[in-house]
């Protein structure tokens, strides 16, 4: 085997992770699909010109000290546009990389490939014109592209965040319609002691929604329903709020967000086990304070353990290494806790707003769980009626589901379906999450052209089956 | 004492596809059936598997079964109340060189003697007729023209479905922990308590060999995982499901335009923990043989692979007969080939249950002819 | 439609899309492209004839998939851009190209 450690995701946890690992001796490889290093949360960062530092800000800015510092790092192999479809429970990562597939082994695997953007089931959300705020976000990042007096709907610090944005670009933002609930806040109070002591993020999510105010932009609180209309393409968005208001606005740009949740295919996919947090509503890989998992050599690190920011992932990203060091006889036990001591407690401070946070901004459960003619698994077709009529048949487990009626077996591997799916079967049956349980994921967890699988060479010694 | 609901006249254990065609037969004979299901029901082989419907290709000795199965496939919709999602289709067997043509020949030969005429041999020609995909390497096959394909998922819950319209109990979610014999009746200890019976049937698949030493029977079975894999979709240019004489293949492309390819090829499987692991790499030997016989499969991507847990017997024939002790029938080791032959093998077990000579030859499948291996 | 908000540089990179030359930025995914270029329609589903555009631009979520110089099923939200693609809607299945190398668009 030619590394010690390969890291899998370039945002702020593998980053970290791996330059902590190399800091200390190790050799590592870094994997990430996207054409250069950032993540999501950093995306095109070293190409930013300072118009998009100024649009996107200073955090975003930072990013940069993380990129120059790996780039800087000679004793990691950094691979961009690799697609990294599979991780075992033997100490191999499958990935394909310039039209090759290949896999490799090393003694330690790190899993930092981040959080996905909840689905938000609505009617009319498949119609082109619509994306994920996320996304929007990814475009101005990337593209300096911006959309014509788009509609934001949902809730959550990234909806506020990319509006912010938005108006800090000079764009027309025609509303921000937000679909937080009462009941959420409420849940949030008992952990406001927790926000309190981050006094300067409440500060910044304030100050963008002070920007979005005095913007002009048309703001609707407490929405309960939203209808995307249209026939090819979006042509308006209309809203209900609980007092009773309701309107139609004309647009042709729709940016959703409702939170965002761990990416967990390739985990899963590899024998992670997981559990539902409910707080966040969404599953996490099951670790201990060094990201290990049940599976040996498996590590997971950054949001992909569970949404707790950039600043944490770099913390989390650090100890995953640290343990992984320890593990492969780099560092001894005693300098690899002292070196964690600061980094536990940085990831402590980082971590005092999330419970806060998951509740205040909890999707409401009418944003979950849509109505009968809301397409549910958007690769398939399929719509709320269609999941609810084969549960009437008796079938309602998610795997059976999926068997009977294909929901879960399109491209997304169920990345944009099987939160909701899950939920709909919770709602009809009255079984717990954990019960319930989710999609029985498999590799590939990204698709592979067939040509590439069947040229693929494996690192030796053979798979022992 | 034990309640009413903890007996019947024949408890099957297994709720595969072979355990659910067992219970409509039974309880078409008018018998009280419960069956005890450890997960849920088509949860491994019989769910996940290709679906095929095939004759094509069998070993000789389950000819006249699969022959009786076909019959049967022709009218899911009378049997089971659902269609099961058959497509009749061309089966093929491709030869690539003229020892394969030439042992096919043979083949057909045998089973024209035996009175089935369902295979025969074609030629180049009628090949490219047939699969104008097929590559220059193959110059012939052995074909049926009516076999097909269903969605093994669904056909085992139209099994399960109608076999309750006639009375028949499912209990999911309850494993048999231990069996004991009193007098003429068999004790199954489950979490619940026990279930009591004079009758047992087990179709507990790649847990079969278990189950069998429960009851005296020496029947090793090996768990395997053999692998799948489905592809992204494309306009539909393939119609047969095509095989290959000199290699394991198989391959089909559904009206949605995937394909789904299979060939022989195991993960691991770990039956103690319902899990399967994958071997990707090893998918490489039958993507391989796929691209040799046709080629424009290249263009597509591998979406998904998944295996699931199947039993195969040492000569990869089923055991489908009476155990040494009285009051247990066994019907399982089907080796990855069970699914088409299933509506017809629950039938016999339903002779076999009351007493009766089975409706087709079942010599070959007897238990004991494991006799001389260590249990298993 | 969606605007570029700085001044886009001097050498663009042109692409064809179904006829239409697409003008992209160095560095820039086929999808910023095409939607800068005024295009969000990418693909028609198979099932439904529904017409589908780019949705979670990181690469998760496959509705932005294209056809790109003949090869189906690309993500446009995760290629860059080259001089001279030919990019196209992938309508219903992937397209195949049988052993003659002439498209054949549909059965």
């Known amino acids: 085997m030619d590394y010690d450690i390969i890291v899998i995701g370039a945002g702020p946890a593998g980053m970290t992770s791996a330059m902590t690992a190399a800091k200390f001796g190790a050799k590592v490889l870094l994997l990430d699909d996207q054409p250069a290093p950032g993540g999501q949360v950093y995306r ?259 949001d992909g353990m569970g949404i707790g920011g950039a600043e944490a992932a770099q913390a989390t990203g650090q100890l995953a290494a640290l343990g992984c060091l320890a593990e492969l006889g780099k560092i001894d036990v005693a300098d690899c806790e002292n070196q964690a001591k600061s980094v536990s407690a940085a990831l402590v401070r980082e971590k005092s707003i999330r419970p806060f946070l998951d509740y205040w901004f909890q999707p409401a459960l009418h944003f979950r769980v849509p109505s009968d003619e809301t397409i549910v698994c958007r690769c398939e077709e399929l719509t709320a009626q269609d999941i609810r009529d084969v549960i009437d048949m008796g079938i309602a487990g998610p795997n059976q589901l999926k068997s009977y009626c294909r929901a879960g077996m399109g491209l997304c591997q169920g990345r944009y379906c099987g939160l909701t799916v899950q939920e709909i079967i919770g709602q009809e049956t009255g079984r717990e999450p954990e019960d319930i349980g989710y999609y029985r994921l498999r590799p590939p967890i990204k698709p592979i052209p067939l040509d590439e699988l069947a040229e693929m060479e494996a690192d030796p010694p053979a798979n022992e089956n | 004492m034990k309640t009413n609901s903890h007996t019947a006249d024949v408890i099957i254990i297994g709720g595969g596809i072979h355990g659910c065609s067992a219970a409509l037969h039974i309880a078409r004979r008018g018998l009280k059936v419960i069956v005890l299901e450890k997960d849920y029901v088509a949860r491994h082989a019989s769910g996940v598997n290709a679906g095929g419907v095939r004759r094509l290709g069998r070993n000789l000795a389950e000819v006249p079964i699969a022959q009786a199965a076909w019959e049967l496939w022709q009218d899911m919709p009378a049997l089971v109340d659902d269609d099961c999602g058959y497509r009749s289709s061309r089966y093929l067997k491709v030869a690539r060189n003229e020892t394969e043509l030439s042992e096919a020949r043979s083949r057909v030969g045998k089973l024209n003697a035996m009175g089935f005429k369902h295979e025969e041999v074609i030629d180049r020609e009628t090949l490219r007729e047939l699969l104008p995909a097929a590559s220059e390497s193959c110059i012939g096959a052995l074909h049926v023209d009516a076999d097909g394909a269903a969605s093994p998922f669904r056909t085992t819950l139209a099994f399960k479905r109608r076999a309750e319209a006639l009375g028949v109990r499912f209990e999911e979610g309850m494993p048999v922990l231990g069996v004991k014999r009193q007098g003429d009746i068999w004790i199954l200890e489950t979490p619940v308590g026990q279930f009591v019976t004079p009758s047992v049937v087990n179709t507990c698949g790649a847990w079969g060999g278990k189950l069998a030493s429960w009851f005296g029977d020496n029947l090793p079975i090996e768990a395997r995982a053999p692998m799948l894999v489905i592809t992204s979709r494309m306009p539909v240019f393939v119609e047969p499901v095509v095989g290959a004489l000199g290699a394991a293949l198989s391959f089909k492309q559904y009206d949605n335009g995937t394909i789904l390819i299979g060939g022989g090829v195991c993960g691991a499987a770990y039956p103690d923990e319902n899990r399967t692991r994958l071997d990707l790499a090893g998918l490489t030997t039958f993507l391989k043989t796929a691209r040799a016989i046709i080629p424009a499969v290249k263009h597509t991507h591998v979406v998904r692979a998944w295996a699931g847990i199947e039993g195969y017997t040492a000569d990869k024939l089923p055991v489908i007969g009476r155990g040494e002790e009285p009051g247990i029938v066994h019907a399982f080791g089907f080796s990855a080939h069970g699914f088409q032959l299933a509506p017809a093998v629950g039938s016999i077990v339903s002779h076999l249950v009351m007493g009766e000579t089975p409706n087709l030859p079942i010599e070959p499948f007897r238990v004991g002819r494991f006799d001389a291996l260590p249990m298993g | 439609m969606f605007r570029r908000i700085s001044k886009p540089q001097t050498n663009p990179i042109m692409l064809d899309f179904e006829g239409q030359t697409i003008y992209a930025q160095p560095g820039e995914t086929i999808a910023a492209a095409l939607l800068a270029g005024g295009v969000n329609k990418f693909r028609v589903t198979q099932e439904k004839g529904s017409e589908r555009g780019p949705f979670c631009m990181m690469g998760v979520c496959f509705e932005c998939l294209v056809v790109i110089d003949e090869q189906p099923n690309q993500q446009a939200c995760q290629i860059l851009v080259e001089p001279g693609m030919k990019v196209r809607r992938q309508r219903g299945a992937a397209e195949v190209v049988p052993l003659g190398g002439e498209v054949d668009h549909g059965l």
Not at chain 1, 159 to 176: F, P
Not at chain 1, 195 to 221: C, E, F, H, P, V
Not at chain 1, 247 to 259: A, D, P, R, S
Request: charged share 15%; glycine share 10%; proline share 4%.
């Open chain 1, 44 to 302: 095109a960062v070293e190409s930013a010109d300072e118009r998009t530092d100024d649009i996107l800000g200073i955090e975003y800015a930072a990013g940069r000290r993380l990129t120059q510092a790996l780039r800087s790092q000679h004793l990691i192999e950094y691979v961009p546009h690799a697609n990294v479809w599979q991780v075992t429970d033997g100490h191999e990562v499958g990935f394909s990389s310039g039209g090759s597939a290949r896999l490799l082994r090393a003694p330690w695997i790190i899993l930092a490939t981040g959080a996905i953007e909840r689905p938000f089931p609505i009617p009319g959300w498949t119609l082109p014109g619509v994306m994920m705020a996320g996304g929007a976000q990814a475009l101005l990042k990337v593209s300096g592209l911006v959309a014509d007096a788009p509609v934001f709907a949902g809730s959550g610090p990234l909806l506020y965040l990319v509006a912010y944005q938005y108006l800090k670009a000079g764009a027309k933002v025609a509303a921000l319609l937000d679909t937080s609930i009462k009941s959420s806040r409420l849940k949030a109070l008992p952990h406001v002691g927790g926000a309190l002591s981050r006094w300067d993020m409440l500060s910044k999510g304030r100050s963008w929604m002070a920007k979005i105010r005095k913007s002009g932009t048309q703001i609707a609180n407490n929405v309960t329903e939203l209808r995307i209309h249209g026939k090819s393409a979006v042509n308006g968005i209309s809203y209900q709020t609980q007092k009773g208001l309701s309107q139609e606005i004309k647009t042709e740009n729709i940016f959703l967000h409702q939170g965002v949740v761990p990416n967990v295919n390739l985990a899963m996919a590899a024998g992670i086990e997981h559990f539902w947090h409910s707080a966040q509503l969404c599953w996490h890989p099951k670790i201990d304070a060094w990201g290990r998992t049940n599976v040996d050599g498996l590590v997971v690190a950054g």
